[in-house]
T-cell receptor, first 109, second 112 residues
Framework: GQNIDQPTEMTATEGAIVQINCTYQ??????LFWYQQHAGEAPTFLSY??LDGLEEKGRFSSFLSRSKGYSYLLLKELQMKDSASYLC??????????WGAGTKLIIKP | NAGVTQTPKFRILKIGQSMTLQCTQD?????MYWYRQDPGMGLKLIYY???????DKGEVPNGYNVSRSTTEDFPLRLELAAPSQTSVYFC???????????FGEGSRLTVL
């Protein structure tokens, strides 16, 4: 079966750095996506990785290792507004997105 | 630009009732999707469409129907509502098969 694993919840301090991991087992791979979802709101696109390595976009970076079936989202200089759930999704061989359950990130002052 | 608009935002249904969730996008996106999101679970694809007149089943299509008569509109029909359909429903669109989806605000449905 297809599976995406993320930690259920993480806590970090304002101004710090946090790494949210995602491991996947899917039938084929055509890209990995990270979305942010604030409570009660819709998911919004953060990043896309299809090749191994690090993609940096401001305070957010996303890393991919296809051989290990592993990705992480790195958030730097955490702000209170970063409190949200972070969803990892993989596009499989049928070009369908398979979604993880999301990681709820709690930022403390 | 309004983006993706879903209505209603909230609805309570009785078991056996039917209803339609409306979804409209004004970005001229060809791909449209319906997902449901349950607590502690990943988004599950109900139906999707790659263009007007074309629809396909996703992972959890039972109890639902869709149509795509225009590029803009992708309504989701629930027939004979069941408590298992209590969920938050998201409509999304994309320009092509990019994986970068634009979501509506969601519709919270409760079936009692």
């Amino acid at each position: 079966g297809q599976n995406i694993d993320q930690p259920t919840e993480m806590t970090a301090t304002e101004g710090a750095i946090v790494q949210i991991n995602c491991t996947y087992q899917t039938s084929g791979f055509n890209g990995l996506f990270w979305y942010q979802q604030h409570a009660g709101e819709a998911p919004t696109f953060l990043s896309y990785n299809v090749l191994d390595g690090l993609e940096e976009k401001g305070r957010f970076s996303s890393f991919l290792s296809r051989s290990k079936g592993y990705s992480y989202l790195l958030l730097k200089e955490l702000q209170m507004k970063d409190s949200a759930s972070y969803l990892c999704a993989v596009k499989d061989s049928n070009y369908q997105l398979i979604w993880g359950a999301g990681t709820k990130l709690i930022i403390k002052p | 630009n309004a983006g993706v608009t879903q209505t209603p935002k909230f609805r309570i249904l009785k078991i056996g009732q039917s209803m339609t969730l409306q979804c409209t996008q004004d970005m001229n996106h060809n791909y449209m999707y319906w997902y449901r999101q349950d607590p502690g679970m990943g988004l599950k694809l109900i139906y999707y469409s790659v263009g007007a007149g074309i629809t396909d089943k996703g992972e959890v299509p039972n109890g639902y129907n869709v149509s795509r008569s225009t590029t803009e509109d992708f309504p989701l029909r629930l027939e004979l509502a069941a408590p298992s359909q209590t969920s938050v429903y998201f409509c999304a669109s994309a320009l092509g098969d990019t994986g970068e989806l634009f979501f509506g605000e969601g519709s919270r449905l409760t079936v009692l």
